[in-house]
């Protein structure tokens, strides 16, 4: 079953790049040249021009590298200056991390959910890789060091760094949590934000890696995200009968266009996938 991941999605696929991403060894390299690439933006939205913040809809990997390496024709551990990175998020850059992986036929795949913090847990993607025994959770966006725990190989379960889309969905629907403390930000949280976040859970752990911003799910009824969250629960814990079932649900939900909305507010646009 683990097989399928090292191979490229339509997004993960780097095109004409992928040398450069065959040039990385080791997921302290990869995680190295996702910093030296990407522009967070928001958290570095200061170094952001306003006439490149279109950039973070780039969506393809290939994309994503078309703009670095018309700016920095140069391997990617090169030094990129701050300003000159491609802006994008937390998706791009868990990706990007991923696309490396699979590149060198390493299965990897990009998880959503969300930041515990005592104030307001926001949405975040991570990666994680198959380590030919389990799946090992890391985060290219964060620097060694920086952290109590392992960055690159993040615990699970309860009080754990990160929590699964589904597993914050189960908490709420088992009134543990306030919803309205998981979402983008205060203004845009609450059931209905971490409902769609589990169709985008349920969509990039089976390869086809939505933007954040990208309309899907509001349409599930909450009994029916209920299901899918159990069904995401178990096939972490190993159920293969459950990984079959998400497999199913994932082709059965996958868009074959978007509607992409917009951080900045901008118009929505219909996007073909």
């Not at 799946?135 to 190989?153: A, C, M």
């Not at 990160?162 to 309205?180: C, G, I």
């Amino acid at each position: 079953m683990t097989t399928r991941f090292a191979q490229h999605s339509a997004f993960s696929d780097p095109g004409s790049h992928g040398h450069l991403l065959r040039q990385l060894s080791g997921i302290e390299e990869i995680c190295a040249a996702v910093t030296n690439l990407g522009l967070h933006y928001t958290a570095e939205a200061h170094l952001l021009r306003a006439d490149r913040r279109h950039e973070i809809n780039a969506r393809w990997i290939s994309t994503i590298l078309d703009l670095d390496q018309a700016r920095h024709p140069r391997p990617l551990l090169h030094p990129r200056p701050p300003a000159d990175r491609v802006a994008g998020c937390c998706r791009d850059h868990a990706l990007l991390a991923v696309a490396a992986l699979r590149e060198h036929q390493i299965p990897a795949r990009t998880r959503v959910g969300f930041t515990p913090s005592p104030d307001f847990c926001g949405d975040h993607v991570i990666a994680e890789w198959w380590n030919g025994t389990r799946w090992q959770r890391f985060d290219p966006e964060l620097q060694p060091g920086s952290r109590t725990f392992n960055i690159r190989d993040f615990p699970t379960g309860e009080g754990a760094p990160f929590q699964t889309a589904a597993e914050v969905w189960t908490a709420y629907r088992a009134s543990h949590l306030d919803p309205t403390r998981y979402g983008a930000h205060p203004a845009l949280a609450g059931p209905t934000f971490i409902r769609a976040a589990v169709v985008h859970e349920l969509l990039h752990r089976n390869a086809h890696e939505t933007l954040l911003w990208d309309e899907v799910g509001l349409n599930l009824t909450d009994p029916e995200a209920d299901e899918l969250a159990r069904l995401l629960l178990a096939a972490d814990t190993g159920n293969p009968t459950a990984e079959a079932d998400v497999a199913h649900h994932a082709t059965r939900l996958r868009p074959t266009t978007v509607t992409q909305l917009s951080p900045y507010g901008d118009q929505p646009v219909t996007v073909d996938l």
